[in-house]
């Protein structure tokens, strides 16, 4: 095998694992917080955005489930990611 061929697969290779480590330090990342944004959420509990404005809006999640933040009229929200994934499950069952 040539040296070029060698540097390509290597250099190939390379980028295969570098994509790989961002996956898993994003995964990581990701698990490692208590408290996410909607988006992250959504994404955690595979449902839309809108779904889970939807069940949020509609009373699925316990008070311990999430955090508002007031910014002026504006009002966010962060959901605890296990104790919100258990309502999920539960849908809203008391």
Partial sequence: MDVQLQLSLLTAQIEQLTADIKVLTDATLLARKTWLPPAEFAELSKISPITLREKRRSGVFRE??????????????????????????????A
């Fill in 64 to 93: 311990e489930s999430l955090r508002s933040h007031q910014h002026g009229k504006r009002t966010d929200f962060t959901y605890h990611r296990d104790f919100a994934l258990e309502d999920l499950e539960r849908g809203g069952q």
